[in-house]
């Protein structure tokens, strides 16, 4: 069970969009639609802001969304603001009820 | 609101064992997965595994010979316990809920403790 794989850095200007790779292998990303991406700002915990590939929780706003192709997720960030910088990490299930996460991305807002 | 807090000691002899707890308020463990993970200073997050409030459980493979995950319904709590640690076990641990509604993606977290292996 290796870690998903993730650009180390994206940055963008605010008002721009941004796009998170995250790739896998087709015995997680690719089997299942059960990806989902986190947002963690430094020394804080993880926050949820897509589940299911690209489903939003309440409260996280529409300028996030996420999509999937093959094994291969991403993570769109739309009109970047300056609170998006952050890390994001994504996670898969794995089968046989175990799950794995990406290694991080940090975002840089210009 | 449903609220995790970890606890435990923050720091661990090498070769001996972690021990921390996780306790859940405003809620219940029932009908829930309760999940551990951790964050190795700079580096990214990486699940160790997850206890339904049944007992069952599941661990990554890679920790599975060190890893106990324990649940007492009673205290509204569930447990870590990690052998033989060493230097590459210092991290930040998270406990997390699993949420069924969201198939299972974990939705709320704790804020996290720092554990440091060192003599």
């Known amino acids: 069970q290796s870690a998903l794989t993730q650009p180390a850095s994206v940055s963008g200007s605010p008002g721009q969009s941004i796009t998170i790779s995250c790739t896998g292998t087709?015995?997680?990303?690719?089997?299942?639609?059960?990806v989902s991406w986190y947002q963690q700002y430094p020394g804080k915990a993880p926050q949820l802001m897509i589940y299911?590939?690209?489903k939003r929780p309440s409260g996280v706003s529409n300028r996030f969304s996420g999509s999937k192709s093959g094994n291969t997720a991403s993570l769109t960030i739309s009109g970047l603001q300056a609170e998006d910088e952050a890390d994001y990490y994504c996670?898969?299930?794995?089968?046989?009820?175990?799950?794995?996460f990406g290694g991080g991305t940090k975002l840089t807002v210009l | 609101q449903v609220q995790l807090q970890e606890s435990g000691p923050g720091l661990v002899k090498p070769s001996e064992t972690l021990s921390l707890t996780c306790t859940v308020s405003?809620?219940?463990?029932?009908?829930?997965?309760w999940s551990w993970s951790r964050q190795r200073p700079g580096k990214g997050l990486e699940w160790i595994g997850w206890?339904?409030?049944?007992?069952?459980?599941h661990y990554n493979p890679s920790l599975n010979s060190r890893v106990t995950i324990s649940v007492d319904t009673s205290k509204n709590q569930f447990s870590l316990k990690l052998s033989s640690v060493t230097a590459a076990d210092t991290a930040v641990y998270y406990c997390?809920?699993?949420?069924?509604?969201?198939?299972?993606?974990?939705?709320?977290w704790g804020q996290g403790t720092m554990v440091t292996v060192s003599s």
């Open positions: 997390a809920r699993a949420n069924y509604a969201l198939e299972d993606t974990f939705d709320i």
């Open positions: 405003g809620g219940s463990l029932s009908s829930y997965y």
């Open positions: 206890i339904y409030y049944s007992g069952i459980t």
């Open positions: 087709s015995s997680d990303v690719g089997s299942y639609n059960l």
């Open positions: 299911e590939v690209s």
């Open positions: 996670c898969s299930y794995a089968g046989s009820s175990t799950w794995v």
